[in-house]
Nanobody, 125 residues
Framework: QVQLVESGGGLVQAGGSLRLSCAAS????????MGWFRQAPGKEREFVAA????????FYADCVKGRFTISRDNAKNAVYLQMNSLRPEDTAVYYC??????????????????WGQGTQVTVSS
């Protein structure tokens, strides 16, 4: 069983930055592709960013490209999401997710096996 715990959410003004962290349990973290998704009130959950376990390739939703950066530290069993130039429309609950041995189609939430509880990000205008 893998547990994912997000942290780093909060309230920030538009144009500001936040760094989300996700700590994972388990000895095979290096074999997990990791993703960040978000869900705003009244909207469906959407893909934000992902990082593949085998290549380290990163993938981003168009709406966050150039503003958000995903990274991982396998020694710490952690994945991060650096969010810059935040906008009110980035307000959502952000979820960390793990896909075991997957490296294709990481934009789809169907690829992920484990999910965290989420952390709230609120961007004020």
């Amino acid at each position: 069983q893998v547990q994912l715990v997000e942290s780093g959410g909060g309230l920030v003004q538009a144009g500001g930055s936040l760094r989300l962290s996700c700590a994972a349990s388990g000895r095979t973290f290096s074999r997990f592709s990791m993703g960040w998704f978000r869900q705003a009130p009244g909207k469906e959950r959407e893909f934000v960013a992902a990082i593949a376990w085998n290549s380290g390739n990163t993938f981003y939703a168009d709406c966050v490209k150039g503003r958000f950066t995903i990274s991982r530290d396998n020694a710490k069993n952690a994945v991060y999401l650096q969010m810059n130039s935040l906008r009110p429309e980035d307000t959502a609950v952000y979820y960390c997710a793990a896909a075991v041995f997957e490296f294709r189609g990481l934009e789809s939430d169907l690829k992920y096996d484990y999910w965290g509880q989420g952390t709230q990000v609120t961007v004020s205008s």
